[in-house]
Nanobody
Framework: VQLVESGGGLVQPGGSLRLSCAAS????????IGWFRQAAGKEREGIAC????????YYEESIEGRFTISTDPAKDTVYLQMTNLKPDDTAVYYC?????????????????WGQGTLVTVSS
């Protein structure tokens, strides 16, 4: 059972990236998937999540309207489409699988974490 993130990289301010979180050995309907990020010298923060059983989503205020979480059940993959990126979005981004309760998963109470992917927003 594992989660593997991909899609990070270097992008200019105002640019876009799409992160992927590919799951194996996981029954999506039993979980929520959260996206988290940790910038250098800062604590990890939960920024978005989705509950598969009812398609509920949550976005942290600083990314709402710029980032979109979506799923492709056929590929067992969750995406985080990021637009209008800002230097403050620079961080290692992680996905995690946890209980299908937004208030729980967004605080980082997850059962499984990916290895992370670095996003750098810089000119």
């Amino acid at each position: 059972v594992q989660l593997v993130e991909s899609g990070g990289g270097l992008v200019q301010p105002g640019g876009s990236l799409r992160l992927s979180c590919a799951a194996s050995g996981l029954t999506f309907d039993d979980y929520a998937i959260g996206w988290f990020r940790q910038a250098a010298g800062k604590e990890r923060e939960g920024i978005a999540c989705i509950i598969f059983s009812n398609n509920s989503t949550y976005y942290e205020e600083s990314i709402e309207g710029r980032f979109t979480i979506s799923t492709d059940p056929a590929k067992d993959t969750v995406y985080l489409q990021m637009t209008n990126l800002k230097p403050d979005d620079t961080a290692v981004y992680y996905c995690a699988a946890g209980p299908p309760v937004i208030s729980t998963i967004i605080q980082g109470y997850a059962e499984l974490w990916g290895q992370g992917t670095l996003v750098t927003v810089s000119s």
